[in-house]
C-alpha cells in the first residue's frame, strides 16, 4: 500500500502495515468510522448506523444494565470503545464491559485502552446487521486471541443472539452468561423479539419483572 490517499474498501480486510494502519485511520475521513487489525490486515466500517441496528443496540444495553443493576453487580458499560496492543491488534466493538472487580480499572483520562497495560473487557458485544459473517468469523477469532471472557453476537436480521464463552483460546457456545451470572440468553432474544411489535418501554418493564422474580 504505496498511496495512503487512496479510497481505502469499506467493510472488508485490507493488508496493511500497522503504520500503513495507523496513517489511514488518523485521515479525519475516518474521523466517524469503526476500525479492526488483525494479522497485518486491517477493517474499516464506516456504514450508517440502521434504526434497527441502533435500537437492539440501546436495548441490550439498558437489560445489561437493569440486571447488573438489580443483582448488584458492579459494571462498566463502554460504546464504541478502542482497545488496542500496539503493532499488532485493534477492535472497537459495538458494547464492552469490565465486570466486578475490573469495573475501574481504566482510569479517566484513557483514549484508546492499551492492552499491554490493561486487561481485555470482560465481554464484548458486537450487534449484526450487515457484519454478521465477519463478527462470527475474523472478528471472533480476535477476541479469542485477546481473551476476552465472553462474546456476544446480537443478529439484527434474525433476531437472535449468539453467545460464546472464551476459554483457553477458543469459544464454546453457551445459552446462560458466566461473567453475568444467572443472565439467560433467551430472555434477551425473547425481548429482541418483542420489541419488533412492542413499545420499548414495555419490553424493559417486562424485562424488569422477569429480572427481580429472578431474585425471589
Not at 459494571?75 to 488496542?84: A, E, I, P, Q, V
Amino acid at each position: 500500500m504505496t498511496n495512503l490517499q487512496i479510497k481505502i474498501p469499506r467493510d472488508i480486510w485490507v493488508s496493511a502495515t500497522w503504520d500503513e494502519y495507523l496513517q489511514i485511520i488518523e485521515n479525519p475521513i475516518y474521523a466517524q468510522a469503526k476500525s479492526y487489525y488483525y494479522q497485518g490486515k486491517f477493517r474499516i466500517e464506516i456504514s450508517p448506523v440502521s434504526h434497527d441496528h441502533a435500537s437492539d443496540n440501546s436495548l441490550i444495553a439498558i437489560a445489561i444494565g437493569i440486571f447488573c443493576s438489580l443483582k448488584n453487580i458492579r459494571s462498566k458499560s463502554l460504546t464504541n470503545c478502542s482497545y488496542r496492543k500496539i503493532g499488532t491488534q485493534e477492535v472497537q466493538p459495538d458494547i464492552s464491559y469490565y465486570i466486578g472487580d475490573n469495573t475501574n480499572i481504566v482510569p479517566w483520562g484513557t483514549s484508546v485502552v492499551d492492552l499491554d497495560i490493561y486487561p481485555s473487557p470482560d465481554l464484548v458485544i458486537e450487534i449484526a446487521n450487515t457484519s454478521l459473517s465477519d463478527d462470527k468469523g475474523e472478528k471472533r477469532l480476535i477476541y479469542e486471541y485477546l481473551k476476552v471472557k465472553e462474546y456476544w453476537i446480537v443478529d439484527v436480521k434474525n433476531v437472535d443472539i449468539i453467545a460464546f464463552t472464551i476459554v483457553d483460546s477458543g469459544s464454546k457456545r453457551i445459552t446462560e452468561s458466566q461473567v453475568l451470572p444467572g443472565l439467560v440468553i433467551g430472555v434477551l432474544k425473547e425481548a429482541l423479539q418483542q420489541s419488533r411489535s412492542m413499545d420499548k418501554n414495555e419490553v424493559i418493564a417486562s424485562l424488569f419483572s422477569q429480572f427481580q422474580e429472578s431474585q425471589a
